[in-house]
């Protein structure tokens, strides 16, 4: 089994700044792609960024330049460090990670963290 906790989020204002943890446990051999993801009420989920396990990212248009995902391979963890936060970021962020834990490879979700934003 693979569990991965999310935290940092919170209640910020417009322009604000907000840093988001996530950390892999259980039986993980290695891991490919971290990446966080959101979704608004009433919007389907959407990536927000993603990270492979030898640095490369790749970020939503919407959130480019103003979000930086990164990870520590040895901790098992990744961050989303967030600034310039606006009203529309406003979601639950949640965590995922592709696993190997020695025999085959699986997905697995955090259970989110919420961000608002006020205006």
């Known amino acids: 089994q693979v569990q991965l906790v999310e935290s940092g989020g919170g209640l910020v204002q417009t322009g604000g700044s907000l840093r988001l943890s996530c950390v892999a446990s259980?039986?993980?051999?290695?891991?490919?792609?971290m990446a966080w993801y959101r979704q608004a009420p009433g919007k389907q989920r959407e990536l927000v960024a993603r990270?492979?396990?030898?640095?490369?990212?790749n970020y939503a248009d919407s959130v480019k330049g103003r979000f930086t995902i990164s990870r520590d391979n040895a901790k098992n963890t990744t961050f989303l460090q967030m600034n310039s936060l606006k009203p529309e970021d406003t979601a639950v962020y949640s965590c995922?990670?592709?696993?190997?834990?020695?025999?085959?490879?699986?997905?697995?979700w955090g259970q989110g963290t919420q961000v608002t934003v006020s205006s």
């Open positions: 995922y990670a592709n696993v190997f834990n020695g025999r085959y490879w699986g997905n697995y």
């Open positions: 259980g039986s993980i051999f290695s891991i490919n792609v």
């Open positions: 990270i492979t396990s030898g640095g490369s990212t």
